[in-house]
Each structure stands twice: as C-alpha cells, then as structure tokens.
C-alpha cells in the first residue's frame, strides 16, 4: 500500500515537498523490501517473462462510503488488494468511519496517484458500485447488485461478486474474491472464503479425510477417507451435504482423486501389492475404470490434468526419487515433465496443472524441507517460489496467479496465499493444523454450501 | 411227600424235642459272648476302614482333580506365555531408511524370526502395515508406506510363506509413532508394523 500523505502535500504546496519527497522513498522502500520477500529467491533461478513491480500496477483508491455502506467498501477495498493487480491508495487523512466526500475530486485523486477510483452508494435495495477512470475524470462503469443484509449467509459472497466485477471493469481480469478454498484439519475437510472469512467443516463422514479435489463448476468435490487402512474416495454435493462413495474404490487403497475438466473422468492414485498406479474411472456412465500407469518397480501417483483435458502430469519414481512426468490423457506418451538433476535434485511431489495451462505448480525437497516451485509448461523450466520455511502442496486460484499452500513460516502449519506475479505472501487463515489446500475454480452465482452443524 | 410219611416225621420230631429238653427251666436269655462282640466290633471297624478307604480316594481323587487342574492352568498359564511371547516377537517392528522401502541388514534377522513363527503357526494370518515419517509430502507418503508394507511381505514370501496369509495396509504419514520434529522422532516413525488378523489365540515357538 502506498502512503499517500506525502504526495498530497507535494502536489499542493510547494518548498516542503521535496523533504516530504525524501521521507516518501524511506518508508517506501522498507516496504518494498518486505513485500518483495520471496521475490528476492526468484532472482537466483533462471527467469523468463514479465515481471511486475510494485509501482507499475494502477493506482487505485477506494472512497469512503456512508457508515451503512461501510462494510460492503471494506470487503471491496480488501479483495482488490487481494487481486495484487493495483496499488492500493489511502486518502490522506482518511477514515474509514468518515462520512464519504460529496463531490468528486478526480486531481486530488490523480495527484495520489490513483488511476481508478470505486465510490459505493445505495438506491433503494440495490447496491451501486461505481468505477471512476481518475485521468479521463469520468465514470469508467456503474455496477449494481442486491447484496442482502450483513447477516444473510451470502452477503459477503455477494459483495466478492462485485469485487470480483470491480476488477473485470477496471484491468479486465478474472478475479478470484468470490472464490473458497477446500483443506484438511484434523482429518475433516474444511471450507474457507479467499479472504479467510467463514471457516466451516463440510465433510460428514468420522473418519480420516484426505486430499479434497474440486469438480469443475465447483458444485461438487472428491475426497478421499481412510477406511481400515483402505481408501475409500468419495463425492461431496454442496448443496445437499450429501455424499455418495465411488464403488470401483475402497476395496484398496486408492487416493488423490483429480477431474478432467469434462467433469466426466476422475483419475486417482491406487496403490496395490505391486506398487502405486493412476487409474481413470468414467463417472457419467459410472463404469470402464481403466489403469494408465503399469509401475510394476515404481510408484505412479498424484495426477492433475490439463485445461484441455489432453494431458496428465503426475509423480513417479521411475528414475529412483519422485518427479514429476507428463503423459497423454489415455496414457500413452509418458516422459519426463520437470527437468531435475540425477542425483542432486531432491523429490518432487503434488503438481497441480494451472487453469490456464501455462504452469505446473509442485513441491520439491530442497536440502531436506519442501518449497514451492512453477514449472513453465512451453519452456519446461522452473523457477523456485517459496524459500522462508517449508512450504508445500500448491493449489491454483482459477486467476492461474494466485497459490495457496502449506506453510510453517509462522511457527506452525497454516494456509498462505502467494501471488507469483509480485511474489507478495498473505495469510488465509491464522489457526493452525490447515493441509491439503484446494482452490475452487469460479463458483456457480447461487452456490449455496451445506456446511455441518455445529462445527466451525 | 404222602401224607403218611409226612405225619410220621412230625412225631419223630416231636419226641425228638421232648427227649432233648428233659425238664422245665426256660431257655436262658440270649447271652452276648465275646464272639458276638469282636464280630460287631469288627464289623463296625470294617465300616469305619471302608469309610476311611472310601475318604482316602476320594481325596486322592480331589487331590488328582486338583493336581490335574493346576497342571493345566500351569500347561495353559505356560502356554499364554508362549503365545505372549511369540506375539510379541511377531509385532516388533522394523525401521527404514528416509524415502526408502529396502530391508536394512539389520532388520532381516527380525523377519527371519517373524518367518519362522509363521512357519511353526500355520494358521496364524497377519496384516503388515507401512508407514512413513512427516518430512516427505503427505500424498506421496501414502504410496511410499505401501512399497514399504509391500517390499516386507516380499522378504517374508521370498522365505516360503505363502502370500495370502499376509495383508499389507499403508497410513502414510498419519499414525505417527513419536511426535516431533527430530530426526529420532521420523527414525522411529519410518516403520513396518505387523498385527495378527487371525489364528493368534494359541501360538508356538518356531
């Protein structure tokens, strides 16, 4: 976030605003600093694209509202934070609980600068969100919606959906606010908004859960549950709460459940005497279980599809540690993905393939700890993430930007959000004992989610 | 017999009775003699020894019944404590090596012993399970521990067994032996743990 304090003076008075200049650059370049944490461990491995800096990204200020509208303005204000795409810029002075500024003040806010500026108001029951162009001075688009009351289940999913339109009608990218991320505590499996509000448990069975695993469309999700030392996969209806077992599984040991992007296969991992395969099994006509890997002196397992459904990449350990390889959707063509070291190169495990297709998400043992790491899908090349701690299990926002993962940076297992453009880290939640993260792609408008009762 | 002769020994018998008594003086009251006493006496004492006999077997028998009884619990008592110790070289566990699944040197004269009880048992059925320590990944985990359960099942097969008298199950990561984060900790947890699924209530030595 920019501190703006020191650019209003300078543009409004006249001798003091080279010092206030100089005092802008000190605190903002220990900020920079922080921000640009793991960053700084992109900069030793091999890089090829775009880099953003903080600074280039479109300033962007998020006007007071009326105090009714207070609360819609802060959960707008903080996703498109979240989205990492803007500098976020605070009104001098300003105030959260202030009463908003009737007139607009596009130099003002040009002199901050703000490239877009967001006012919210209400009419009647319909909640306007408007976005200003800041340096053509005028409204750049007006949004409306019915957000419900505060205290209505769907209210802040409501307010997301605007952000999430907030960010379309400014930079024209998909944004992730009205996104959940599925995860395992205590064997159970949890829901969590993006933003980490609403924690609640939606697994109904006793037993241990493991590896939850989004459907497309998001309305529904596959998890695996220990049985008697079997694995038993399953899918979870989140309208109804309802669960039903997938039959071919639980008479062994069957585990990290993935989805083509059909909707119609899942592929999973089986392990039997002889080793860990990945099978497919064709849900929509419930049948033709068929196996792709035959590891035999190997382990196969963890697959994750490609967005056009042509390809899986998985782990084996074909060449003695876990790495992870490529083949065609029917099996066929199977050969290395991830380059690595013979020898020098520690394991790598839980790829998960972005929904733009472009990138491999992965987990790699770097001298004994885990860090997360990208695979360019075009180049085969990687690049290290994450080097602060352990950190593991990498899911994709549906923005193919944003990773969540495993982290103990802060003392304890937990969820964190990284946004590999800028390499910016947040928390999602701040209880511990959170693992196996699963991002939601974009969910349907009136996803209404069963959750347990009782259980937060 | 006529009727004649029968009349003619009633007379007979008759005089014979009068000839005998002579007088009048009535016949003495039965007197107890010492004859009649030692015979009671010892009669009364070969009930008594039958009874004391009687009692002596009984008490021998009791004291058999009880002997017998104790020997059995101790035969049985002797027998628990075979099969507690058979169960108990039969559930120690082996160790591996970080992301590995091979039988160390050291752990094969464990499955040895372990081979030779199922040998000596050969109804006893058992189920090995594999499991792994925290610092792989939590999904890989789950296949590593089953090549471990699996790559054990092998060493006990490759000796004879027959392999449908061994399951294999993995936990992965998830039932930890010892909690922590030292390498004594994951040294411990990186295991094969073997549990008796049937045929275990009477074992012998191998």
Same mark, same amino acid.
């Given at each position: 976030?920019?501190?703006? *304090? ?8 006249? !001798? ?31 890089? &090829?694209?775009?880099? =953003? /800096? ?19 303005? !802060?959960?707008? $204000? ?27 003040? =596009? ?15 209400? /009419? ?38 605007? $952000? ?13 606010? $009205? ?10 499996? =949890? ?49 109804? *709460?309802?669960?039903?077992? &997938? ?23 089986? $392990? &039997?005497?002889? *080793? ?109 993430? !994450? ?29 964190? &959000? ?39 | ?40 006496? %010892? ?65 094969? %004269? ?97």
């Amino acid at each position: 976030m920019r501190v703006a *304090g020191g650019r209003v003076r300078s543009a409004t008075r006249g !001798t003091l605003s080279r010092r206030c200049g100089v005092a802008l650059l000190l605190t903002v370049v220990p900020l920079g600093a922080t921000a640009a944490q793991d960053t700084s461990a992109i900069d030793r491995g091999v890089r &090829i694209g775009i880099v =953003y /800096r903080p600074g280039v990204r479109p300033g962007f200020v998020a006007l007071p509202a009326a105090a009714e509208l207070d609360s819609i303005r !802060t959960i707008l $204000a903080r996703d498109l934070d979240f989205s990492d795409r803007f500098e976020m810029i605070t009104l001098p002075g300003s105030d959260t609980a202030r009463a908003p500024t009737t007139a607009l003040n =596009y130099p003002l806010y040009q002199a901050l600068g703000a490239d877009f500026a967001m006012s919210v108001s209400r /009419r009647g029951d319909t909640t306007l969100v408007t976005v200003h162009d800041v340096p053509a001075g005028a409204v750049r688009r007006s949004l409306a919606a019915r957000v419900p009351d505060a205290r209505h289940p769907d209210f802040r999913q409501s307010v997301h959906r605007l $952000a999430d339109q907030v960010l379309q009608a400014t930079v024209g990218a998909l944004g992730t606010a $009205a996104t959940r991320v599925l995860f395992v505590r205590d064997g159970r499996v =949890y829901l969590v908004d993006q933003d980490g509000a609403d924690v609640r448990r939606v697994s109904s069975g006793d037993r241990q859960a493991m590896s939850p695993a989004w459907a497309p469309g998001g309305r529904q999700f596959a998890y695996m549950e220990f049985w008697d030392g079997k694995g038993q996969l399953f899918l979870h209806d989140m309208a109804t *709460g309802q669960r039903r077992d &997938i039959a071919v599984t639980g008479r062994t040991l069957d585990f990290t459940p993935a989805f083509s992007p059909d909707g119609k296969t899942l592929a999973f991992s089986r $392990a &039997i005497e002889e *080793g860990t395969d990945i099978y497919t099994f064709n849900l929509r006509d419930d049948c033709c279980l068929q196996r792709l890997t035959v590891g035999r002196f190997s382990d196969n397992l963890s697959p994750t599809y490609s967005p056009d459904g042509q390809r899986i990449a998985f782990v084996s350990t074909r060449s003695g540690l876990a790495q992870i390889y490529l083949m065609a959707a029917d099996g066929t063509d199977q050969d290395l993905f991830a380059p690595f070291d013979y020898g020098v190169t520690g394991s790598s495990n839980a790829p998960e393939w972005s929904p733009d297709g472009r990138t491999v998400a992965f987990h790699r043992d770097i001298a004994g700890t885990l860090q997360v790491f990208v695979l360019d899908v075009r180049t085969r090349t990687v690049r290290q993430l !994450t080097s602060v701690g352990r950190n593991q299990d990498p899911t994709w926002a549906p923005d193919s930007r944003h990773l969540a993962f495993v982290s103990d940076r802060a003392g304890y297992r937990q969820l964190w &959000i990284i946004d590999i453009e800028t390499g910016r880290i947040r928390p999602l939640l701040s209880q511990g004992g959170a693992r196996l993260p699963a991002w939601s792609p974009q969910l349907p408008e009136h996803a209404i989610f069963t959750s347990q009762p009782g259980e937060r | 017999m006529k009727p004649l002769q029968m009349l003619t020994l009633t007379v007979i018998a008759a005089a014979a009775v009068a000839g005998a008594c002579g007088g009048n003086p009535p016949p003495p009251p039965p007197q107890p003699n010492a004859d009649s006493i030692a015979m009671e006496r %010892a009669r009364q004492d070969s009930m008594a020894r039958e009874a004391a006999r009687q009692d002596s077997i009984r008490r021998a028998m009791e004291e058999a019944e009880r002997v017998r009884r104790q020997r059995e619990a101790d035969s049985l008592a002797a027998l628990a404590r075979v099969t507690e110790q058979v169960k108990g070289m039969l559930a120690t566990m082996i160790h591996f090596d970080f992301d590995r699944s091979n039988i160390r040197a050291g752990d094969a %004269a464990i499955l040895d012993g372990k081979v030779g009880i199922l040998r000596a048992n050969p109804a006893l059925r058992v189920r090995i399970s594999g499991h792994c320590d925290e610092r792989g990944s939590d999904e890989y985990n789950l296949a590593l521990g089953n090549r471990r359960a699996s790559s054990t099942k092998q060493y006990l097969v490759n000796q004879g067994i027959d392999a449908s008298r061994i399951d294999i199950v993995s936990y992965g990561e998830e039932r930890p032996m010892a909690m922590g984060a030292t390498e004594e900790a994951w040294a411990q947890n990186r295991r094969a743990e073997f549990e008796i699924v049937a045929g275990g209530d009477m074992l012998v030595q191998p």
